[in-house]
């Protein structure tokens, strides 16, 4: 098993640019989320998709948005971007049927908006 | 408004001490709690959940948490703490949903300090 991979670990954007950042899941795991995690917070639910289609959401403006590709691995994408938008972005996967049994989570990566 | 809440920002303990962190949630329906660890600069480890069954639920590095409906609380604990235990620890729960999404709603997390 390679665990759950985020790419880039650290990035630096100014205010009003666009990102992408980048996971893959675990071997086989069909269900990805991803959270956000500003400073001295708990992570907060952004969405969650699955067989490439989003299938929840939590408190988040449009500007966030994502994808899920048929190997599973997916984009968080971040439009407009707020200087609160800084924080550590995480990716955590599961097989479907298994997601009451825990996600796996990435490293994460840390957004810098200045 | 369904929640978590971890009330004590850190936990301090003498190695070899027994530790608990603690953790109460309020959601509808029949939760799934969760502990995760958090180390510096890394993702989030899972260490132990709790879906149903027993009350006292065992999980990786010798931690262990004990849900109590009434008390709607998920402490996690450990006989005897470790140096190597001192990290950031969150409580999570999935409430029960029909709708097929599974959030999770974490708490603001414990940072747990073992000393030597």
């Known amino acids: 098993e390679t665990g759950v991979t985020q790419s880039p670990t650290h990035l630096i954007k100014t205010r009003g640019q666009q990102v992408t950042l980048r996971c893959s899941s675990q071997?086989?795991?069909?269900?990805v989320s991803w959270y956000q995690q500003a400073l001295g917070q708990g992570p907060q639910f952004i969405f969650q998709y699955y067989r490439e289609e989003e299938n929840g959401r939590g408190n988040f403006p449009p500007r966030f948005s994502g994808l899920q590709f048929p190997n599973y691995s997916s984009e968080l994408n971040v439009n407009a971007l707020e200087l609160d938008d800084s924080a550590l972005y995480l990716c955590?996967?599961?097989?479907?049927?298994?997601?009451?049994?825990?996600?796996?989570f990435g490293s994460g990566t840390r957004l810098t908006v200045v | 408004a369904q929640s978590v809440a971890q009330p004590e920002d850190q936990v301090n303990v003498a190695e070899g001490n027994p530790l608990t962190v603690k953790c109460t949630y309020s959601v509808s329906g029949n939760p799934y709690l969760f502990w995760y660890v958090q180390y510096p600069n890394r993702g989030l480890q899972f260490l132990l959940k709790y879906i149903t069954g027993d009350n006292l639920v065992k999980g990786s590095y010798g931690f262990e948490a004990e849900f109590n409906k009434s008390q709607t609380s998920f402490h996690l604990k450990k006989p005897s703490a470790l140096v190597s235990d001192s990290a950031l620890y969150f409580c999570?729960?999935?409430?029960?949903?029909?709708?097929?999404?599974?959030?999770?709603?974490f708490g603001t997390g414990t940072r747990l300090k073992v000393l030597a």
């Open positions: 999570a729960v999935r409430p029960s949903s029909t709708s097929g999404t599974y959030k999770y709603i």
């Open positions: 955590a996967s599961s097989f479907y049927w298994r997601v009451n049994y825990g996600y796996t």
């Open positions: 071997s086989g795991h069909n269900t």
